[in-house]
């Protein structure tokens, strides 16, 4: 059955956790409407307001109250969330919180240095479990550094540019290929002070209170790609995604899909709080495989499950290298796909640092190891599209991480 239809999807994942963190350093009350509805967002939540952030619901809207943080008298549970963690971590460290942090057996499992190194060098006293959770953060006073990232991540250049809002002095950091920006973009929407200069980004200290704002937070382009590899699989198909962002380092996605031969129009564009925002086109062609390389791989690192979903229906050969950041997602994603594509008779090499599809090939049904990570649940949802034989996940739940509606509106869809 074809995938046609409209669709309007929840507020990005990533604009939503940045929304709540920066409203809660603005000096007054702020209004976000759209946010994510996944449970990774609700995390962020739970935890500011375990640091006194007053956060209230107003119909479909977030009330923020910004002001003081206290010392939340429990452990902060991140639950499964690696941008809670990793954001909060720099957050908290610069506005001078005592603080421990936990979650669950996937998240504790995944390293943090990337994060603890670069504070650690700005004067943050910590202890971890060598390097992951649960992590316990001191008061200290932090002082500007310049940091050269070895990685390209937005996570790790949030939590230096959080952190030096409360640090003495200047702080900067640069980083290798451009990550997601919508940190820099944010807060300088709203009255930090924030210079860029190509691959660096600076930051100086808060003399005073962020702006408060009113935001509609734009839909989530990782969660649309799913919905557009569905129409890119299945013959006839034809979807509009509405009010997606459109920001040049998360559209890796739609970039790749339109190399791959399918039918990817932009159309309304409109800005909104710094950020593009627009609606888009997918419709069914048959497609070819493509190579992505390392520089293409932060633009399109969430998203990287479903292409290969894709590959496994495509013309020839996709080559995914330089994508080793895989292997430290909620799960080990490389080793995932490589299982779960191999159970279905796809032709699958796995790497190091990405893998090898050779298409096209049938895929058949199978029984679906998720690792209990959302975007393996529903790449491989998308693939049951095309299977011969029903495809069965082991934690279908799983996917209430990003997107708890994404089984009703692919449902919808096909109606």
Same mark, same amino acid.
């Given at each position: 059955?074809?995938?046609?239809?409209?669709?309007?999807?929840?507020?990005?994942?990533?604009?939503?956790?940045?929304?709540?963190?920066?409203?809660?350093?603005?000096?007054?009350?702020?209004?976000?409407?759209?946010?994510?509805?996944?449970?990774?967002?609700?995390?962020?939540?739970?935890?500011?307001?375990?640091?006194?952030?007053?956060?209230?619901?107003?119909?479909?809207?977030?009330?923020?109250?910004?002001?003081?943080?206290?010392?939340?008298?429990?452990?902060?549970?991140?639950?499964?969330?690696?941008?809670?963690?990793?954001?909060?971590?720099?957050?908290?460290?610069?506005?001078?919180?005592?603080?421990?942090?936990?979650?669950?057996?996937?998240?504790?499992?995944?390293?943090?240095?990337?994060?603890?190194?670069?504070?650690?060098?700005?004067?943050?006293?910590?202890?971890?479990?060598?390097?992951?959770?649960?992590?316990?953060?001191?008061?200290?006073?932090?002082?500007?550094?310049?940091?050269?990232?070895?990685?390209?991540?937005?996570?790790?250049?949030?939590?230096?540019?959080?952190?030096?809002?409360?640090?003495?002095?200047?702080?900067?950091?640069?980083?290798?290929?451009?990550?997601?920006?919508?940190?820099?973009?944010?807060?300088?929407?709203?009255?930090?002070?924030?210079?860029?200069?190509?691959?660096?980004?600076?930051?100086?200290?808060?003399?005073?209170?962020?702006?408060?704002?009113?935001?509609?937070?734009?839909?989530?382009?990782?969660?649309?790609?799913?919905?557009?590899? %569905?129409?890119?699989?299945?013959?006839?198909?034809?979807?509009?995604?509405?009010?997606?962002?459109?920001?040049?380092?998360?559209?890796?996605?739609?970039?790749?899909?339109?190399?791959?031969?399918?039918?990817?129009?932009?159309?309304?564009?409109?800005?909104?709080?710094?950020?593009?925002?627009?609606?888009?086109?997918?419709?069914?062609?048959?497609?070819?495989?493509?190579?992505?390389?390392?520089?293409?791989?932060?633009?399109?690192?969430?998203?990287?499950?479903?292409?290969?979903?894709?590959?496994?229906?495509?013309?020839?050969?996709?080559?995914?290298?330089?994508?080793?950041?895989?292997?430290?997602?909620?799960?080990?994603?490389?080793? %995932?796909?490589?299982?779960?594509?191999?159970?279905?008779?796809?032709?699958?090499?796995?790497?190091?640092?990405?893998?090898?599809?050779?298409?096209?090939?049938?895929?058949?049904?199978?029984?679906?190891?998720?690792?209990?990570?959302?975007?393996?649940?529903?790449?491989?949802?998308?693939?049951?599209?095309?299977?011969?034989?029903?495809?069965?996940?082991?934690?279908?739940?799983?996917?209430?991480?990003?997107?708890?509606?994404?089984?009703?509106?692919?449902?919808?869809?096909?109606?």
């Amino acid at each position: 059955m074809a995938i046609r239809g409209k669709i309007s999807l929840p507020g990005d994942k990533s604009i939503s956790h940045r929304a709540l963190m920066l409203a809660s350093l603005a000096g007054g009350e702020s209004r976000i409407s759209n946010l994510s509805t996944g449970a990774d967002v609700q995390t962020t939540r739970k935890c500011l307001e375990a640091c006194g952030v007053i956060i209230e619901d107003n119909k479909n809207d977030v009330i923020l109250q910004g002001g003081d943080y206290i010392d939340p008298d429990q452990p902060l549970n991140c639950g499964n969330s690696g941008t809670t963690t990793r954001l909060l971590l720099g957050l908290l460290s610069g506005q001078g919180i005592n603080a421990t942090f936990v979650g669950d057996d996937s998240l504790s499992s995944r390293p943090m240095d990337r994060i603890l190194d670069p504070l650690s060098q700005m004067g943050l006293k910590s202890e971890s479990k060598n390097g992951k959770l649960p992590i316990t953060i001191n008061k200290s006073t932090l002082c500007g550094i310049h940091y050269e990232s070895p990685v390209a991540s937005a996570q790790v250049k949030s939590a230096v540019i959080l952190a030096g809002l409360g640090a003495k002095g200047k702080t900067s950091i640069a980083e290798p290929i451009l990550s997601r920006n919508h940190t820099e973009k944010m807060l300088d929407g709203l009255g930090g002070k924030v210079s860029i200069d190509g691959l660096t980004t600076a930051v100086s200290n808060l003399m005073s209170p962020l702006t408060p704002f009113k935001l509609s937070v734009p839909g989530d382009p990782s969660t649309a790609a799913f919905f557009a590899a %569905a129409a890119a699989l299945v013959s006839h198909s034809d979807i509009q995604l509405n009010c997606i962002l459109i920001n040049p380092t998360r559209i890796g996605v739609f970039r790749a899909l339109g190399s791959m031969g399918i039918n990817v129009k932009y159309l309304e564009q409109w800005e909104e709080a710094g950020e593009t925002i627009g609606n888009l086109n997918i419709s069914y062609q048959p497609m070819k495989g493509i190579t992505i390389t390392k520089d293409e791989v932060p633009g399109l690192i969430d998203e990287l499950p479903v292409i290969a979903v894709l590959a496994t229906q495509a013309n020839g050969k996709t080559i995914v290298r330089g994508a080793e950041e895989l292997r430290i997602k909620e799960c080990d994603r490389i080793h %995932a796909l490589c299982v779960n594509l191999n159970k279905m008779g796809a032709e699958i090499e796995e790497l190091d640092d990405g893998f090898i599809i050779n298409g096209p090939t049938p895929l058949n049904g199978a029984e679906i190891e998720t690792f209990h990570d959302h975007r393996i649940a529903m790449a491989f949802t998308i693939a049951g599209l095309v299977s011969e034989g029903d495809v069965v996940l082991d934690h279908p739940e799983c996917v209430s991480i990003s997107y708890p509606e994404f089984y009703k509106e692919l449902d919808r869809l096909q109606s």
